[in-house]
């Protein structure tokens, strides 16, 4: 194993930068999925921004184009094929059809007005065999910039479906355009478009779909801030035992850091990272013929790590929403990454559904009602299901542990043990990828921290921990012993995570109990994906230079005797790559 640069593979990675996902979807014609990435052909930063393409046949092995699909090599696009989106095919043998952002002005950015009007348009490309080849249309761009009356922010990023519940309120069928950005002096906003299935290169402008003022935070711990400009927001109608909730995900660009981001201290060589979150926010639609607007109910984070630039699409096959994003590496210079010659990751593909949580009494700590991403419903008899934002690694993923090179099983792990010890060894892997999935049952009276020390070496000066924080609610990774690379800032990642009292009423008489914890880790070289009762995700890199010797994984717990119990803990050692082909 190369102990220096060990390269991801279960993460897609190219030799050269790339950032956003872009035209996540499926092509019924060839049975395959499409996604496609920004990135920079010629280098490891970012620059010449182009599109490189992904196929697969299950979302887990992917097929690499050899060549970028696009290029910025017209007059409206001279200076950047930005994030775009699939067109929906109107029938199974159509050919394929994607919309970008075509850029030909820079710089722009919400944070040196006045944006340059008309910098970025919208433009289509299309592809008769299968994504091959691709032409540019020639009435490109379409779309020349933003609506004339408004002086926006930003305006990118255009995503294209069916929405259901807004052409019942409109009384109208259509497909439904959104373009990320917001309005100078108000806030953040998508654009909304009706876009005629049969005439895709016109897009009717309506309004501004949602009305936030800047920097939004509904709850300090419980959500982020909802930024000054939007980049990548997708609009989901997400349905789950007859319930259905209106769903934004987005990327919220401001100024407003997260505190644990904020605080950490790094050497003036590495840049700063962009300030920006990953959001998610169910809302209320409402529309009459010529407007829509959608109003904040509830949101969160989609992902607490660095993870960005989300992009999903509806699966018709398994009658899924998947996303795919991009994880990217803001904690290295330039030289780092120049040495090791790539820049970014895509993370593994990731569903979306409505989650729904029945008979919960309480939270783990103060009141349920300050937990602002979940909705409480009360039922008929009194009890109250809490609704929130699903998220989870797609089922094919599970298929790769078949294949692994060796499985670690415990059971029954309790600590701290009688004789006050913290902290157990579990297991030593052999491979830079494996995948950890526990249960743990807690006993919150006296239960402080859990977690995991991974990728730790022998006499624990190397390690990684990820720890749920019973008192602080929250579930972080602290990478300060990762390593001691200078040209490495070790920053912190860390989000909200509860867990729930729910009733029992199976007993004589109704009592309460929390729910177990559930934790699934990925890791993958240097990427690392924590993921805990299909509610809480966070992507992140964090880099270890000798991979050979940082291979231990052990488990420890503060509190009370015994206060925590790993009833199951699994490790699949070695999971088969899923390095892309090419083609």
């Known amino acids: 194993m190369d102990s220096k640069h060990a390269r991801p593979s279960l993460h897609f990675t190219a030799d050269c930068w790339i950032n956003d996902p872009c035209a996540p979807g499926y092509h019924p014609a060839t049975g395959l ?292 994003a991009w994880i990217p590496e803001e904690d290295i210079t330039a030289t780092y990454a120049k040495d090791k010659g790539w820049n970014g990751a895509l993370a593994i593909p990731r569903e979306l559904f409505l989650l729904s949580i029945p008979n919960v009494t309480r939270a783990l700590q103060g009141h349920l009602s300050e937990v602002s991403s979940v909705e409480q419903v009360l039922g008929k008899d009194g009890s109250v299901t809490i609704y929130t934002l699903g998220i989870r690694l797609v089922k094919e993923f599970i298929r790769l542990r078949e294949r692994c090179g060796h499985i670690f099983q415990r059971q029954h792990i309790s600590l701290p043990s009688p004789i006050g010890r913290e902290t157990q060894p579990l297991c030593s892997t052999s491979f830079t990828t494996w995948e950890l999935e526990a249960i743990i049952t807690l006993d919150p009276s006296c239960c402080l921290e859990v977690g995991f020390h991974i990728r730790h070496n022998r006499d624990m000066s190397i390690f990684t921990t990820i720890t749920f924080s019973l008192l602080e609610e929250t579930i972080s990774v602290n990478k300060e012993k990762s390593t001691s690379n200078p040209d490495i800032r070790n920053s912190p990642e860390k989000g909200p995570f509860t867990l729930f009292y729910r009733a029992d009423n199976s007993a004589i008489e109704s009592i309460d109990r929390l729910e177990n914890l559930r934790v699934r880790i990925i890791s993958d070289a240097d990427v690392l994906e924590v993921f805990a009762n299909d509610r809480f995700a966070l992507a992140t890199f964090v880099y270890s230079s000798e991979h050979s010797s940082n291979v231990g994984i052990s488990v420890f717990a503060q509190g009370g005797p015994e206060s925590a119990v790993f009833e199951e803990v699994n490790v699949w050692d070695g999971l088969s790559t899923t390095r892309s082909l090419e083609v």
């Open 33 to 324: 999925y499409h996604v496609f990435y920004q990135c920079n052909p010629h280098g490891t930063e970012w620059g010449s921004m182009s599109w490189g393409h992904l196929t697969s046949e299950d979302l887990v092995l992917w097929t690499r184009s050899s060549k970028p699909a696009l290029i910025p090599d017209q007059p409206y696009d001279r200076l950047g094929v930005f994030t775009g989106c699939m067109i929906p095919p109107a029938n199974p043998h159509e050919s394929l059809k994607v919309v970008y952002s075509s850029v030909c002005h820079l710089p722009f950015h919400w944070s040196t007005p006045p944006y340059p009007r008309n910098s970025a348009g919208l433009a289509i490309a299309e592809s008769s065999d299968s994504g091959m080849t691709w032409t540019k249309c020639t009435e490109n761009p379409f779309l020349t910039g933003e609506p004339k009356e408004l002086q926006v922010t930003g305006f990118r990023d255009p995503f294209l479906a069916e929405w259901d519940a807004l052409d019942q309120l409109r009384g109208r069928k259509s497909l439904y355009g959104l373009v990320s950005g917001g309005i100078e002096g108000y806030g953040p906003t998508a654009f909304l478009y009706s876009v005629q299935p049969e005439n895709v290169s016109e897009w009717n402008y309506l309004c501004p779909l949602v009305s936030l003022p800047a920097r939004f935070q509904p709850s300090p711990k419980w959500s982020g801030n909802f930024g000054v400009n939007w980049e990548c927001t997708n609009f989901l109608t997400l349905e789950s035992d007859g319930k259905s909730r209106e769903c934004l995900i987005l990327g919220a660009e401001g100024d407003v850091e997260r505190e644990h981001i904020k605080n950490s201290e790094s050497g003036s060589h590495i840049p700063a990272r962009t300030v920006r979150s990953l959001l998610w926010m169910f809302g209320d639609l409402k529309a009459d013929k010529d407007s829509a607007r959608l109003e904040y109910a509830h949101g969160g984070y989609l992902d607490c790590g660095s993870l960005y630039a989300a992009n999903s699409f509806f699966d018709p096959v398994s009658k899924r929403h998947i996303m795919h």
